[in-house]
């Protein structure tokens, strides 16, 4: 059973940086992705960013297109985002997961979740 810890959330200020982190236990990350989903207060959990684990192919949604930049180290079994530009509305508890089946904008088409890490940008 693999599992998912993330880090390297916390408050900056508008157009600052983070870059957080997804390191998967097991002997390898055997999914065909790993996506990045973020959840503001009141709202639905939404897709952020994907990565082809073995390919390094990315999809971004159009929000953080050009602003952010997900990547992957397959022998650290870690996935990485890198969030540039930061702004007020990208506040939210972000989360990793390993895809299951399915497309890959979609939250009930991941299985296995990290415990989410909370990323506040003042204005």
């Known amino acids: 059973q693999v599992q998912l810890v993330e880090s390297g959330g916390g408050l900056v200020q508008a157009g600052g940086s983070l870059r957080l982190s997804c390191a998967a236990s097991?002997?390898?990350?055997?999914?065909?992705?790993m996506g990045w989903f973020r959840q503001a207060p009141g709202k639905e959990r939404e897709f952020v960013a994907a990565?082809?684990?073995?390919?390094?192919?990315?999809f971004y949604a159009d929000s953080v297109k050009g602003r952010f930049t997900i990547s992957r180290d397959v022998a650290e079994k870690t996935g990485y985002l890198q969030m540039d530009s930061l702004k007020p509305e990208d506040t939210a508890v972000y989360y990793c997961?390993?895809?299951?089946?399915?497309?890959?904008?979609?939250?009930?088409?991941?299985?296995?979740w990290g415990q989410g890490t909370q990323v506040t940008v003042s204005s």
């Open positions: 997961a390993a895809h299951n089946f399915g497309a890959i904008y979609y939250p009930k088409n991941y299985n296995i």
């Open positions: 097991g002997r390898t990350f055997s999914r065909y992705y």
């Open positions: 990565i082809k684990w073995s390919e390094a192919a990315t």
